[in-house]
């Protein structure tokens, strides 16, 4: 019933490569990414939020597939979007500076990864409350690049940080509590 390049025909490709991407069918998640980008460069605004969230999906999937280069270039498109369409301090902001620090992290650039896991804390800590969740994953994140580049004291101080701020936040249960505390362990070990 809609037009070919309809705004809503993108969401639902987005929607079927998300499910391809959590099934990991990670060719049929790209495929469907794609056809959602297409349809959004046709019918929205060039630094429209939306395509901003395609180019960060389609970096995801490359990601995963270990093809890291492609995942930055597209996590990087996804930046620039969002620094043009959205304040500095939004959340968004921080989630595009975690993604492609994170793509670092697995490439072992760990310079590089913790430099962009630091912009994304900053505007974690000015956007978000002192016991959200997402800033104990930045403390968390840094704490494990400190740790892969062998930087155990500050490794075990943003690690400590995390705990303490999940412990306020989530149930004591909760399996990223678990994670931390080994993490913490695990650095400990190495004092």
Do not use: C, W
């Not at 049929?28 to 429209?48: D, Q, V």
């Not at 995963?64 to 369409?85: D, H, R, V």
């Not at 930087?151 to 943003?158: D, F, P, T, V």
């Amino acid at each position: 019933a809609l037009p070919q390049n309809h705004p809503d025909l993108a969401s639902s490709y987005n929607n079927i490569g998300s499910v391809y991407r959590n099934m990991g069918d990670y060719s049929r998640a790209l495929s469907s990414y794609e056809r959602s980008l297409e349809i959004r460069k046709i019918a929205l605004p060039p630094n429209h939020p939306d395509l901003g969230g395609s180019y960060n999906n389609i970096a995801l999937v490359y990601n995963n597939m270990g093809e890291y280069s492609k995942a930055l270039e597209y996590y990087e498109k996804s930046l620039k979007i969002t620094e043009i369409s959205l304040p500095p301090t939004h959340p968004s902001s921080a989630t595009s500076y975690n993604n492609i620090a994170l793509v670092y992290n697995n490439m072992g650039e760990y310079s590089k990864a913790l430099e962009y896991y630091e912009k994304s804390l900053k505007i974690t800590e000015i956007s978000l409350p002192p016991t959200h969740p997402n800033l104990a994953s930045s403390y968390n994140n840094i704490g494990q690049v400190h740790y892969n580049m062998g930087n155990y004291s500050k490794a075990l101080s943003y690690l400590e940080k995390a705990l303490d701020i999940f412990r306020k936040s989530l149930p004591s249960t909760h399996p990223r509590i678990k994670n931390v505390m080994n993490s913490i362990a695990a650095v400990k070990k190495t004092l």
